[in-house]
């Protein structure tokens, strides 16, 4: 990918698409992936973990935001098939392998939407938002996603994020911690740590421990 970054919007990477076989749990899933996209060779390890420890609400509305070619929210969305899943990403290579594996997955309680982070849904609620972050794209990007996550949270709901420790997975549950008030870190191995912050019942806006009480 020379002079490209796998959240380029539109690769110029010649293609090079290959079907990879991954498994959660019991299930079993196929992937078509290609160059131009973030972990063609094999599901990312932090993905993995996340995939194993999230705890998934049996219904509701998840959000998977920078999507890749989809392998959250196509796991969420056969683990859980009453809920609705919106997978949302930037780069329109990823985007559209991620609507061919929902269907070769046989999905069909998700859909993906190109574009921008959170643009795509504003004004939409979700349960569970869940994240394996672009951190080369920079932590500005991350944080703001923390911010519009707790904003796009029902209260009650639960904001993941997986990220890899010596990419300063621990200052990222830190800045949870401020935006939500609290941070629970569900997991840790291989190099990543897996953590969420909870939007609480009261519902306000604002929220988290860096906002007074009102
Ligand atoms: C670390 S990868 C994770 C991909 C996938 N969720 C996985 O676990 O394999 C982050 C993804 O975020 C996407 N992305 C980067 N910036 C974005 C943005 N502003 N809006 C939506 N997606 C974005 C990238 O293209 C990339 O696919």
Do not use: C
């Not at 076989?21 to 996209?37: I, L, S």
């Not at 609400?57 to 920078?66: H, M, T, W, Y």
């Not at 998700?110 to 972050?133: K, S």
């Amino acid at each position: 990918m020379a002079g490209e970054h796998y959240y380029t919007e539109e690769p110029k990477v010649p293609h090079d698409r290959r079907l990879i076989h991954f498994e959660a749990g019991a299930e079993r899933y196929q992937f078509w992936t290609d160059r131009g996209v973030f972990s063609r060779q094999r599901v990312d390890r932090g993905t993995r973990l996340l995939l194993a420890e999230i705890e998934i609400p049996p219904a509701g509305r998840f959000l998977d935001l920078g999507a890749g070619y989809g392998v959250i929210g196509i796991v969420l969305a056969r683990r859980a098939p009453e809920a609705w899943v919106d997978l949302v990403e930037k780069n329109r290579r990823a985007a559209a392998l991620a609507r061919v594996n929902l269907a070769l997955n046989g999905v069909t309680n998700a859909r993906i939407l190109e574009g921008d982070g959170f643009e795509p849904v504003a004004g939409q609620r979700y349960h569970l938002i869940v994240t394996n972050p672009p951190l080369r794209a920079g932590r500005a990007l991350v944080e703001h996603w923390m911010d519009q996550a707790y904003r796009h949270l029902v209260p009650g709901g639960r904001f993941y994020m997986v990220a890899r420790t010596s990419q300063g997975a621990r200052t990222l549950e830190r800045l949870v911690a401020r935006r939500f008030g609290s941070v629970v870190e569900a997991a840790k191995g291989g190099g990543f740590r897996l953590f969420y912050g909870e939007r609480g019942e009261r519902g306000d806006e604002e929220g988290g421990a860096g906002t007074p009480p009102v």
